[in-house]
T-cell receptor, first 109, second 115 residues
Framework: SQQGEEDPQALSIQEGENATMNCSYK?????LQWYRQNSGRGLVHLIL?????REKHSGRLRVTLDTSKKSSSLLITASRAADTASYFC?????????FGKGTRLHILP | DSGVTQTPKHLITATGQRVTLRCSPR?????VYWYQQSLDQGLQFLIH???????AKGNILERFSAQQFPDLHSELNLSSLELGDSALYFC??????????????FGEGSRLTVL
């Protein structure tokens, strides 16, 4: 399969806690991206990490990439109600960008 | 606002019919990607065009076709529609090809309902 597989499929946490979601894949990649989708809306790009990078930060987001294990993780710190959404990893390979099925994150008040 | 425009936003049609979905990419973006999102299949990559040329195909049915015009807008044609084609169809654009940067800007989608 060319797509990434996110884990867990769904996650519910209390507001203020950290949320971690993972993406595993099987093929070689040029880079890996994470996107957020609010219900029924277009996806929004969060962060891109290249295959020669190990970690990137953007605000409350931290992404890691381990190409030897073919896995990536997205950490959202100090979660907020507005973080409730689906999160997708996307694999860039050649001329394709393939999305996984996503992790549904629900932030509880 | 991502700068990517998709029309129509909603479309209801009958089985066997044909529809055309239109996408205008962000100004200056040369790449256009099409995706199908249904509840049980996640986001499926259909096709990628770069500067008018088809670059990659995914799980696109033979009943579906696409093209990118000289002004860089793209159309996705769906024919002989079946109930299972009901889905949200997204267009996304990027300034470059996937191997270079690949950050995608998504439109708000066209929701197709086949009755």
């Amino acid at each position: 399969s060319q797509q990434g597989e996110e884990d867990p499929q769904a996650l519910s946490i209390q507001e203020g806690e950290n949320a971690t979601m993972n993406c595993s894949y099987k093929t070689s990649i040029n880079n890996l991206q994470w996107y957020r989708q609010n219900s029924g809306r277009g996806l929004v790009h969060l962060i891109l990490i290249r295959s020669n990078e190990r970690e990137k930060h953007s605000g409350r987001l931290r992404v890691t990439l381990d190409t030897s294990k073919k896995s990536s993780s997205l950490l959202i710190t100090a979660s907020r109600a507005a973080d409730t959404a689906s999160y997708f990893c996307a694999l860039n390979r050649d001329d394709k960008i393939i999305f996984g099925k996503g992790t549904r994150l629900h932030i509880l008040p | 606002d991502s700068g990517v425009t998709q029309t129509p936003k909603h479309l209801i049609t009958a089985t066997g019919q044909r529809v055309t979905l239109r996408c205008s990419p962000r100004s200056g973006d040369l790449s256009v990607y099409w995706y199908q999102q249904s509840l049980d299949q996640g986001l499926q990559f259909l096709i990628h065009y770069y500067n008018g040329e088809e670059r990659a195909k995914g799980n696109i049915l033979e009943r579906f076709s696409a093209q990118q015009f000289p002004d860089l807008h793209s159309e996705l044609n769906l024919s002989s529609l079946e109930l299972g084609d009901s889905a949200l169809y997204f267009c996304a654009s990027s300034v470059a090809r996937a191997w270079n940067t690949g950050e995608l800007f998504f439109g708000e989608g066209s929701r197709l309902t086949v009755l």
